[in-house]
């Protein structure tokens, strides 16, 4: 069983950077692949970015490529999300996952484990 809570979020304007952290406890995070998801109201929730359980893999939705950058520190059960050059389109509520295999996943039903999420908006 893995719990997860991230915070980070806020208000920035468009161009600025954000770094939003996801705190893991039990004693197996280091052996999951954790994820980055959002949300925007009315909207899916879409898949952002992933990270295999060392960090040596990472993979990114095509509009993040390039400016977005997922990390993980095992030792302090944490997984961040760099956010640079951010866009009035990045607004959304952000949500951290946690899939106990060791696949690359892309899918909401890849994952088992959810924070409640973390709100960023991005003013043009």
């Known amino acids: 069983q893995v719990q997860l809570v991230e915070s980070g979020g806020g208000l920035v304007q468009a161009g600025g950077s954000l770094r939003l952290s996801c705190a893991a406890s039990g004693r197996s995070f280091s052996s999951h692949t954790m994820g980055w998801f959002r949300q925007s109201p009315g909207k899916e929730r879409e898949f952002v970015a992933g990270?295999?359980?060392?960090?040596?893999?990472?993979w990114y939705v095509d509009s993040v490529k390039g400016r977005f950058t997922i990390s993980r520190d095992n030792a302090k059960n944490t997984v961040y999300l760099q956010m640079n050059s951010l866009k009035p389109e990045d607004t959304a509520a952000y949500y951290c996952?946690?899939?106990?295999?060791?696949?690359?996943?892309?899918?909401?039903?890849?994952?088992?484990?959810w924070g409640q999420g973390t709100q960023v908006t991005v003013s043009s």
């Open positions: 996952a946690a899939d106990r295999t060791l696949r690359a996943g892309y899918s909401i039903r890849d994952y088992q484990y």
């Open positions: 990270i295999s359980w060392s960090g040596a893999s990472t």
